[in-house]
């Protein structure tokens, strides 16, 4: 069993930034992939990024180039650094792990979810 718990979300102004951080308990955490999804009022939960066990990551085309997503086996901790914020990108911010450690950009993909952390950019 993996327990993930997000910090990091907060109120922006457009074109600022903010680190998101996931803390994962278990031993195996290095052998997870590990992926952020997001979900605006009224939608559907959707990818952002995922990072594979051995370090390979993959964004969505939305957030390419803004943001990146990272992580400190040694904290068992995953990060999303999230630069020149869009009012479009205010949503909860959820992390997720897979077992088995490829990367996946499926919401159903993933085993474990975190309770999500707000995120809002004002323009």
């Known amino acids: 069993q993996v327990q993930l718990v997000e910090s990091g979300g907060g109120l922006v102004q457009a074109g600022g930034s903010l680190r998101l951080s996931c803390a994962a308990s278990g031993r195996t955490f290095s052998s997870y992939a590990m992926g952020w999804f997001r979900q605006a009022p009224g939608k559907e939960r959707q990818f952002v990024a995922a990072?594979?066990?051995?370090?390979?990551?993959y964004y969505a085309d939305s957030v390419k180039g803004r943001f990146t997503i990272s992580k400190d086996n040694a904290k068992n901790t995953v990060y999303l650094q999230m630069n020149s914020l869009k009012p479009e990108d205010t949503a909860v911010y959820y992390c997720a792990a897979r077992a088995g450690g490829q990367l996946r950009l499926g919401v159903n993909d993933y085993d474990y979810w975190g309770q999500g952390t707000q995120v809002t950019v004002s323009s």
């Open positions: 990072l594979n066990w051995n370090g390979y990551t």
